[in-house]
């Protein structure tokens, strides 16, 4: 999915870990046919059954994201885990509405009133390592931002996602599911963290929305 090139107003990517203003463009979403992998990245060796990717450029530095995905500090990517759940997210239904109209390749249906800022889980904490895209062109030149919580799916969501079909609707060929790069060694690459894992939170008052966050392998 890409930001519509005629739009006047551009959403921006800045704060946490990123050094420059990056301009939002696309996103990406990368699942399973199963419900035990989908995801590109994995936490502590665990696969989500979804994720969804935000790609931005870096605006101070470069025109456009053809320009910068293979320059230096050129992308960001946000990635935001997937699972199953029973409160799913509502921008993200606000995207799977449309998957009836998208299930061949070359369909094509505007998406409105998205809200890119509730699409994100309720956290500040975040991972981030310095590395490369995961489409075609795999640039090394990306900085990437895991958020610490997933957002919900319903199985029914995601069903329809995994109708969708690689071709044309007269040669449909086989479904999208697992649109996966393989896992990548880290190569010595740092990642960095804002969760502190030293806090120890106290008993909370039970919450009516699933509680999970990712602890990293030290």
Not at 30 to 42: K, L
Not at 101 to 114: A, C, E, N, Q, V
């Amino acid at each position: 999915m890409r930001v519509d090139k005629d739009t006047k107003h551009h959403i921006n990517i800045t704060g946490g870990p990123l050094a420059y203003r990056y301009q939002f463009e696309e996103i990406y979403i990368h699942y399973g046919t199963e419900n035990h992998q989908g995801s590109e990245h994995r936490v502590h060796g665990y696969a989500f059954p979804a994720e969804i990717q935000l790609y931005g450029f870096n605006a101070e530095l470069y025109r456009n994201m053809t320009e910068a995905q293979h320059r230096a500090q050129g992308v960001v990517g946000v990635s935001i885990m997937v699972q199953i759940g029973d409160t799913p997210n509502p921008e993200l239904r606000v995207i799977t509405s449309s998957f009836s109209k998208l299930t061949y390749r070359g369909s094509f249906t505007p998406i409105k009133h998205l809200q890119l800022r509730s699409l994100l889980p309720d956290t500040e904490h975040y991972m981030t390592y310095e590395g490369s895209t995961t489409h075609p062109g795999c640039w090394e030149t990306a900085v990437w931002v895991i958020l610490n919580k997933p957002i919900y799916i319903t199985k029914q969501e995601l069903y329809a996602l995994r109708k969708l079909m690689q071709g044309p609707e007269e040669s449909p060929k086989a479904p999208l599911g697992n649109n996966v790069r393989p896992l990548q060694p880290l190569y010595h690459r740092t990642v960095r963290t804002n969760i502190d894992f030293t806090n120890k939170q106290g008993k909370n008052c039970p919450s009516m929305y699933k509680d999970m966050h990712y602890k990293g392998k030290t």
